[in-house]
């Protein structure tokens, strides 16, 4: 059995980071949170990692691995030279708590303010109706597990947070999701121009790089949002038809009443 | 109607300067061979299309075969000798690829360091960022427009590859050049037909695909282009090859240095 040398990242917000370095036993099929639990049972037991499922699912065992945000539980030592050591390091995007484990709870503030799922007024429940090609656009943002790698891999969001306010990819793709549902009735191009910040993504697609879903969130989701956006604010010819056709909503839309529930994964 | 205000993301530990990163693999390779191939291509394609005419009256048009650098040729006669008639084209490809989906993603990697590879450290020079909400970059936002006009030089470049092929007085010739220039044309359509705006009007821009007749069509049709979509990198790639070799192949024939083999039918 081959030992690995691993450089983990230990400290808090109160002290100095460092590399500690542990050799590890390697196992045929072990993935990076096999040698991280490996280290907690026999060299660092107060060693933080957030994990859950260890299946892919859950996205809560997020980090750096060799500086490339990734799942660990998904990322196979395999795929490594093993004569040379790996680097587990958090994700560099969100603010430390202990070792490897990040406080996220940015995003979960950021998602509430997008505008909710508005079904049209008059039509019950019951009524809902829609067709699987109209969907299913919309279902594979709905793969997104939020391990928030896309927004740590964000340069927007690594580089440039302090400055202006920006959702990030993974609420970009959210918002697609809510804004291209057939029997959503809300506009928020508006939103997304100001608040959410579109504009402030420079399309480079290391979140589509990154995703473990393979959601192809740049030339899904984030594009068709940008060209949604250029259709209502940028787009003269569009501007003049809808003024044409007398649609009041060429005026910049307002914004749909807050979400109630944050999380709206229902729709 | 109100919503909840946008909260600023507290700091994260991202180291900070050009290049820092604890990335193992070879990030800087794919935009390095980029950023060579787009530079010698642009350079070669801005000298040869606005530059080299009027310094050097290099013919552009031989034996049939005109670069597509000047198609369709505008006022070849009227215009002062030191305006290349590429000058009144060149503008719509070039507008049409600097506000390109897929080229700004290279570009911004490879010339704006913005950033230079995924989670790879950025030039403190960023810190003002704006980036497509401010002037210039703002103006990506038209790239529709360049899209709509591409059509337009890109309908001539068919015209003059079938006229390379079937408008000669002996009759039909098949030449390399002809074959070049419905290569770079093919290469061209594809690049066009998968770009990301014209997904977005075909259909893209629809929620319900299934509600009208109509709306179906425009579905099959943004289904189509989805596929090509997929490849729109190598489509970029393809074509801006394309077209400096098809240039390329003019200037070397009308210099003398090549002879186009060809089988007259």
Same mark, same amino acid.
């Given at each position: ?125 019951? =009524?809902?109706?829609?067709?699987? =090609? ?74 589509? =790089? ?58 | ?44 394609l801005?000298?040869s299309g606005i530059?080299?005419n ?5 013919p552009y048009l031989v034996d049939g075969y005109l670069s597509p650098l000047f198609s369709p040729l505008l006022f070849p006669d009227a215009l002062?000798?030191?305006i290349s008639p590429g000058l009144l084209i060149l503008w719509v490809p070039l507008g049409f690829r600097?506000?390109?989906?897929? &080229?700004?993603?290279? &570009? ?37 427009y360049f899209l709509y006009l591409a059509f337009i030089p890109l309908t001539f470049l068919w015209i003059d590859a079938f006229g390379a092929v079937f408008g ?9 050049g002809g074959?070049l220039f419905f290569?770079n044309v093919t290469?061209l359509t594809?690049y066009s ?46 074509s801006?090859?394309s077209v400096?070799?098809a240039d390329?192949?003019v200037r070397?024939?009308a ?11």
């Amino acid at each position: 059995m081959a030992n690995l040398l691993m450089r983990i990242f230990r400290g808090s917000p109160k002290e100095p980071g460092t590399f500690a370095e542990f050799e590890v036993p390697v196992e045929e099929g072990m993935v990076v949170l096999d040698a991280l639990h490996w280290i907690q049972a026999h060299a660092a037991p107060d060693l933080a990692v957030r994990w859950n499922c260890k299946a892919a699912k859950c996205g809560s065992c997020s980090a750096e691995v060799n500086g490339r945000p990734s799942l660990t539980c998904k990322t196979r030592l395999s795929d490594f030279d093993l004569d040379e050591p790996i680097t587990v390091e958090p994700m560099r995007a969100f603010p430390l708590v202990r070792d490897l484990v990040t406080d996220v709870s940015w995003n979960y503030e950021i998602n509430r303010s997008i505008p909710p799922f508005q079904p049209p007024a008059d039509t019950p429940v019951e =009524e809902w109706r829609w067709q699987q =090609e109209d969907i299913e656009r919309v279902q594979e943002y709905r793969k997104c597990i939020e391990c928030f790698l896309c927004q740590d891999v964000c340069h927007v969001l690594r580089n440039h947070e302090v400055e202006r306010p920006f959702l990030g990819p993974r609420f970009l793709v959210r918002a697609a999701g809510l804004e291209m549902h057939p029997i959503d009735t809300a506009d928020r191009t508006g939103y997304l121009k100001d608040d959410g910040g579109i504009g402030l993504c420079n399309i480079t697609k290391c979140c589509t =790089e990154v995703c473990p879903e393979h959601i192809k969130i740049t030339d899904n989701a984030i594009i068709p949002l940008k060209e949604r956006v250029a259709d209502r604010y940028y787009d003269p010819i569009q501007m003049f038809w809808r003024r044409l056709r007398g649609d009041r909503s060429s005026a910049p839309a307002a914004a749909a009443p807050a979400a109630s529930d944050g999380g709206d994964r229902s729709s | 109607m109100t919503t909840t205000p946008t909260v600023l993301k507290p700091a994260g530990t991202a180291a900070r300067g050009l290049g820092r990163t604890n990335r193992r693999d070879t990030w800087w390779v794919a935009p390095g061979i980029q950023a060579v191939l787009f530079t010698v291509c642009a350079t070669y394609l801005f000298f040869s299309g606005i530059v080299w005419n009027p310094l050097f009256g290099t013919p552009y048009l031989v034996d049939g075969y005109l670069s597509p650098l000047f198609s369709p040729l505008l006022f070849p006669d009227a215009l002062p000798r030191f305006i290349s008639p590429g000058l009144l084209i060149l503008w719509v490809p070039l507008g049409f690829r600097a506000t390109c989906y897929y &080229y700004r993603k290279a &570009y911004y990697r490879f010339y704006f360091a913005d950033p230079p590879g995924c989670a790879v450290g950025e030039p403190s020079v960023h810190r003002g960022y704006k980036m497509e909400t401010a002037f210039p970059f703002i103006l990506q936002n038209i790239h529709r427009y360049f899209l709509y006009l591409a059509f337009i030089p890109l309908t001539f470049l068919w015209i003059d590859a079938f006229g390379a092929v079937f408008g000669q007085s002996g009759g039909v010739r098949v030449g390399l050049g002809g074959v070049l220039f419905f290569v770079n044309v093919t290469l061209l359509t594809g690049y066009s037909l998968s770009c990301h705006s014209l997904r977005h009007v075909v259909g893209g821009r629809l929620d319900c695909f299934s509600c009208t007749r109509r709306q179906q069509v425009r579905y099959g049709l943004w289904q189509r282009l989805t596929d090509l979509n997929r490849h729109h990198m190598a489509w970029a790639w393809a074509s801006l090859i394309s077209v400096t070799l098809a240039d390329l192949y003019v200037r070397l024939l009308a210099l003398g240095v090549i002879a186009d083999p060809a089988i007259r039918l």
